[in-house]
C-alpha cells in the first residue's frame, strides 16, 4: 500500500478532468512531457499535415491507430501513426451528454470506451468495430460511472465503475467508492462484481493469464492518502494487495502488464507536480524503471496510457501560450521513454488527451 502526504482538494475526477496551468516562469519548453527537449526540436517532431475530420476510413487496415478520449469534446479522436508521425484519420462520436475516459482494444480489433455522463445521460462502455462510426455492442447493466475497460483474452469485460459520477466515496465515511463490473464474453449482463478496496478504482488491466488488475485511491479522514495496485486471478471476486513502493508520495492510475509480465504504471505525486510511468519488472514491488516528465509548476497530469511492444502512446503538453498547455498525442519509446512523434495540436481533433489505446492492425 502506498501511501503519501494528505492534498487538500486532491479528488479522484471523472467528469471534470481539470484544466491545465501554464508553465512556472522561466520554464517554458514547448513539449513539457519531455523537459529536455527544446522548442525547435519539439517543433520538428509535430508534423501532422491534415486536419480532423468527423469520418472514417475503413481501408486503413495496415496501419497503427491511436485512439483518444477527448472529455471536453464528447469525441474518441483516430489517428494514423505512420513514417512521418500521427495523421488525423477521423473522430468517433459519442452520445450527448457523454464524457469518454479510458479506452481498450481487443484481440478482434474491437475498441471499448468507457463512459461516464454529464445530465441525463446514460454511463455505459460502447464498442466500435474497428473502421466503424458507431457502436455494435452498448454495455450498460450496473455501472454508474465507467472511468476504464479491459478485455482478457477469453473475451472476459472489466469495467472500473465508479459509485457515482463525482466519486465521493474515495472519501472514508461517504459510502462505497465504486466496484468492477465483470461481463462474461459475448454478455452484456453483469456475470459478477468485484468490491470491498478501500476508496475508488482508477484504471483495470489483464495480462496474458487473465489476472486481472486494478489501481486505487483513498483518502481517509485523517492521516495518509492510500494507494495500490490489487491482483485478482481469473474469475476471482478477492484479491491481493501488491504493496507496492514508491518514494515520494504517489496516486496510481493508469496499469498496463507487458508480454513478459511486468506491471506498467502511471503515478502522480500529491501534490500533481511531478508525474511519472513505473516499470515493476520480476515481482519487484519498488520501480525498476521510470519515465519521469512534467515539474514543479507545470499542475498537469494524466491517467491513461496505451502500451505497444516498446512504444509508448500517452499525452505530450504543448505550450500554446503562457497560461495554457494543450494535451496531445504523442508516441515514445518503452522503456527509455524518449520522445518519437507528437501530434500538432493545430490538427487535432479536442484540446485535451485523456484515455489512450492502440490498435496495430493486420
Known amino acids: 500500500m502506498l501511501r503519501t502526504r ?12 481539470g484544466a491545465a496551468r501554464g508553465p512556472a516562469p522561466g520554464l517554458r519548453p514547448l513539449c ?23 469520418s472514417w476510413n475503413a481501408s486503413r487496415s495496415n496501419e497503427t491507430l ?60 460502447e464498442v466500435f468495430p474497428r473502421g466503424a462510426t458507431q457502436p455494435n455492442k452498448t454495455y450498460t447493466d450496473g455501472l454508474t460511472a465507467p472511468v476504464d475497460v ?37 454478455s452484456t449482463t453483469p456475470t459478477r462484481t468485484i468490491s470491498g478496496f478501500p476508496g475508488c ?29 490489487i491482483k485478482y486471478g481469473y474469475q476471482s471476486t478477492k484479491g491481493k494487495a501488491l504493496n507496492l513502493q514508491v518514494p515520494g508520495g504517489p496516486q496510481l492510475g493508469g496499469i498496463a502488464v507487458t508480454q513478459s509480465g511486468d506491471l506498467v504504471v502511471e503515478n502522480v505525486e500529491d501534490d500533481a507536480t511531478l508525474n511519472q510511468i513505473l516499470t515493476f519488472g520480476g515481482g519487484s514491488k519498488k520501480p525498476t524503471s521510470t519515465i519521469q516528465y512534467g515539474g514543479t509548476g507545470w499542475g498537469t497530469a494524466f491517467k491513461f496510457f496505451a502500451l505497444l511492444e516498446n512504444r509508448l502512446y500517452a499525452p505530450a503538453y504543448v505550450a500554446q501560450s503562457l497560461s495554457f498547455l494543450v494535451g496531445t498525442p504523442a508516441e515514445f519509446t518503452y522503456p527509455s521513454g524518449r520522445q518519437l512523434s507528437v501530434q500538432d495540436p493545430a490538427h487535432a481533433a479536442g484540446p485535451w488527451s485523456y484515455g489512450f489505446a492502440v490498435s496495430p492492425g493486420t
Open 201 to 229: 478504482p482508477n484504471a483495470v488491466a489483464v495480462d496474458a493469464k487473465a489476472n486481472l488488475y486494478l489501481t486505487y485511491t483513498y483518502y481517509p479522514s485523517s492521516g495518509f492518502v492510500e494507494s495500490d495496485v
Open 66 to 125: 491511436v485512439y483518444t478520449s477527448q472529455p471536453f469534446s464528447g469525441i474518441v479522436a483516430i489517428s494514423a501513426l505512420g513514417p512521418r508521425g500521427f495523421k488525423p484519420a477521423g473522430t468517433l462520436v459519442l452520445p450527448s451528454q457523454s464524457v469518454g475516459l479510458g479506452l481498450t482494444v481487443d484481440a478482434s480489433q474491437n475498441l471499448y470506451v468507457a463512459i461516464s455522463t454529464l445530465g441525463s445521460g446514460t454511463p455505459s462502455v
Open 6 to 17: 494528505p492534498f487538500i482538494g486532491a479528488a479522484i475526477l471523472v467528469v471534470c478532468v
Open 32 to 54: 513539457a512531457f519531455n523537459l529536455p527537449l527544446t522548442p525547435a526540436m519539439c517543433a520538428r517532431l509535430r508534423n501532422s499535415t491534415h486536419a480532423a475530420s468527423h
Open 150 to 186: 479491459a478485455v482478457d483474452h477469453y473475451g472476459t469485460v472489466y469495467v472500473a465503475n465508479l459509485a457515482s459520477a463525482h466519486g465521493s466515496g474515495c472519501k472514508q465515511g461517504s459510502g462505497p467508492g465504486g466496484d468492477v463490473v465483470e461481463y462474461a464474453s459475448g
